[in-house]
């Protein structure tokens, strides 16, 4: 339990931290802009933190293979973004990503991996999209782009070890609640109270 509470304080901290650093690499360059900036948003975090979660509901093979398709699928749309490839409706799309993983979190749903991985894949190419086009001018985008993948990876393991710790039937109530309040921050997000 204490390793729970210590998780859930890091997730709240990072949380609340982020509006305050809105998306911006403060004066970092390189690896370190890149690796800062997943922490910036609220909806990254929340996005991340959930499908390291759900793929941990999931088990089996989706608990390497849905973070894998999103930080491959990330990666493709960060380079599409940088290269000033865009899709209408990118913070639409990123918005429902936030609403959809809460609401398969508050679930517990159980897809086969030929549909979840598609599903946080196609999240991923938005996800990227956004985060290549706002590239700092001034950052190394290869080392930008490694620092972005390796904290993304570490949200996606945070959400893993949060729903391992939870095991037993009340503890993954609790997940499930987490999930359910995703959702709720994701309305809150919609309508701009976040």
Known sequence: MRSTI??????????????????????????????????????????????????????????????????????????????GFALPGTESVILASVLVLGAVVAAAAKL??????PLVGAFALFHGLAHGAELPEAANAPAYAAGFVAATTLLHAAGIALAFALHGAKPRLALRALGAAQVGAGLLLAAGAI
């Open 6 to 83: 210590a998780i859930l304080t890091s997730i709240a901290a990072a949380v609340v931290a982020a509006p305050a650093m809105a998306h911006t690499g403060h004066g970092l360059d390189g690896f370190a802009a890149g690796f800062a900036h997943p922490f910036h948003g609220v909806d990254h975090l929340l996005a991340m933190i959930a499908v390291g979660a759900w793929a941990a509901q999931q088990g089996a093979r989706a608990v390497w293979a849905l973070p894998a398709a999103f930080v491959g699928v990330m990666a493709l749309g960060g380079v599409l973004g940088f290269a």
């Open 112 to 117: 086969p991996l030929a549909v979840a991985a």
